[in-house]
């Protein structure tokens, strides 16, 4: 079975149903309308990131007003033998990573290693990334995965969600208190063996679990890359507790909240999220 696999640290690439495309190409086609005056992934490395982070704002609302496009989804979890209407999801994220982003200054809590369970991400969740652009090998983000049931030193107890929230959450770029916000990350760079790329083109996937350990390469392809990142979880294994099990993450609040019924929009029960968050508690 996919999921428990998943659980078990495997990950699985391929290429999306073709009547996913629809969904994919609405994408495409929102940033193209945004970066009308050439190709999408060479404007957005050449204009200055304030005005980069305004055009992105205006493409990610133009993908959450879209409730269709959600529909398009389902041949896709269907094949990964996921029930989609046991199915929560959290916000749509895409990104665009600029060539040589990471030479800018403050762009390094970007390239962060890190589990998203550090931030306050449920041990279970799934993520799904699919490259809207093409993604060259080392210029999408790396996995580690020798580092899955093995714990490493982190920052992460000084992470609580709300106070990230405060803050901006996640993919602020301007926020009064952005100084504030603190990004989880080991206490050193791991080495692993078994370290590699994730990369892609348009139409591909890359499904892990949240749990492994990952993080943003540098992008020196000499252009942008945009991939669009979803944030999944199963109603059965939240509230049956199953899923990888904490091995090092002391954050504090759950974004369990925020993940929303795929079909009718609703969050999990309360006592469901907090019954999980409290079972999931490094002890």
């Known amino acids: ?37 050439g190709d999408p992934v060479v404007v957005s490395s050449q204009i200055s990131y304030f005005e980069l982070v305004e055009r992105m704002k205006q493409i990610r609302t133009r993908i959450y007003e879209n409730q269709s496009l959600k529909l398009y989804l389902f041949p ?23 060539s040589g982003f990471h030479t800018a200054s403050g762009s390094e809590s970007v390239l962060y290693i890190h589990r998203d369970p550090w931030y306050a991400n449920p041990e279970n969740q799934i993520n799904l990334w699919i490259p809207i652009t093409l993604v060259k090998p080392g210029a999408g983000f790396a996995l580690y995965p020798s580092y899955f049931s093995k714990a490493i030193p982190n920052n992460s107890h000084h992470f609580d969600y709300s106070h990230w929230t405060e803050t901006g959450g996640f993919q602020a770029s301007a926020h009064a208190r952005l100084a504030e916000k603190v990004f989880p990350k080991p206490d050193f760079f791991p080495e692993d063996s078994k370290q590699f790329s994730v990369s892609g083109d348009f139409g591909d996937y890359f499904i892990f679990s949240s749990h492994h350990l990952h993080g943003t390469e540098e992008n020196n392809q000499g252009f942008s890359r945009f991939s669009l990142e979803i944030r999944l979880v199963l109603g059965e294994a939240i509230r049956n507790n199953y899923g990888p099990k904490n091995t090092d993450n002391r954050s504090t609040g759950t974004t369990l909240y925020e993940m929303k019924h795929l079909v009718t929009g609703k969050p999990l029960p309360t006592t469901v999220i907090q019954n999980y968050a409290n079972a999931s508690v490094l002890k």
């Open 1 to 37: 079975m996919l999921l428990e696999s998943l659980f078990a640290g495997e990950t699985f690439s391929g290429r999306c149903p073709n009547e996913s495309f629809p969904f994919l190409d609405t994408i495409k086609q929102y940033i193209n309308e945004e970066f009308s005056e």
């Open 76 to 98: 896709l979890f269907a094949s990964f033998g996921m029930d989609s209407d046991d199915l929560y999801v959290d916000l749509f994220r895409l990104r665009c990573v600029p």
